[in-house]
T-cell receptor
Framework: EDKVVQSPLSLVVHEGDTVTLNCSYE??????LLWYKQEKKAPTFLFML????IEKKSGRLSSILDKKELFSILNITATQTGDSAIYLC???????????FGTGTRLKVLA | DSGVTQTPKHLITATGQRVTLRCSPR?????VYWYQQSLDQGLQFLIH???????AKGNILERFSAQQFPDLHSELNLSSLELGDSALYFC??????????FGQGTRLTVV
């Protein structure tokens, strides 16, 4: 059965800290790995990764994929209170183009 | 604004009833996905439609059904509702397995 596992489940840090969120997966017909941020309602797209070893970066957020070891990490540097959210990792599969989500990491950044 | 529209935003109904949730995908997106998110749970994949045809099914209960119409909007029908069906129901759309964009969700409360 396809599965995506995220760790830690939750994390509390102080502003300015750097955090690393983990996502491991076991799926058939891997196509891409995606990161989303969910604040109050709808998840919003952050990154899509398809190739191993190539870092994607957007401001203080960056992510990288390891297709051999089947995991990805999402780094957030110099965290701010506005980074407080649930971070969701999803894997899309080819063929059915299904997106399988992990349970998410709940990040709380304290001022 | 993701471009995905879901109605209604909130729904309160009694056990045993039937409801219909509606989703209009982003312009041009042929794929529509339905997800259920219960309290402190990740996004549980329910079903995927592509251009009117069912592509993949997740852990969707037999009491639930969905369809995608020729104009590409989709409806999720939930019947014989139980208290445990209370959740946020998200619709997402994508173009050929690229990143999925989420609607704001319908919060269903069964009393």
């Amino acid at each position: 059965e396809d599965k995506v596992v995220q760790s830690p489940l939750s994390l509390v840090v102080h502003e300015g800290d750097t955090v690393t969120l983990n996502c491991s997966y076991e799926v058939t017909n891997f196509r891409s790995l995606l990161w989303y941020k969910q604040e109050k309602k709808a998840p919003t797209f952050l990154f899509m990764l398809t190739s191993s070893g190539i870092e994607k970066k957007s401001g203080r957020l960056s992510s990288i994929l390891d297709k051999k070891e089947l995991f990805s990490i999402l780094n957030i540097t110099a965290t701010q209170t506005g980074d407080s959210a649930i971070y969701l990792c999803a894997v899309s599969t080819s063929g059915t183009y299904k997106y399988i989500f992990g349970t998410g990491t709940r990040l709380k950044v304290l001022a | 604004d993701s471009g995905v529209t879901q109605t209604p935003k909130h729904l309160i109904t009694a056990t045993g009833q039937r409801v219909t949730l509606r989703c209009s995908p982003r312009s041009g997106d042929l794929s529509v996905y339905w997800y259920q998110q219960s309290l402190d749970q990740g996004l549980q994949f329910l079903i995927h439609y592509y251009n009117g045809e069912e592509r993949a099914k997740g852990n969707i209960l037999e009491r639930f059904s969905a369809q995608q119409f020729p104009d590409l909007h989709s409806e999720l029908n939930l019947s014989s509702l139980e208290l445990g069906d209370s959740a946020l129901y998200f619709c997402a759309s994508s173009a050929q397995g690229i990143e999925a964009f989420f609607g704001q969700g319908t919060r269903l409360t069964v009393v």
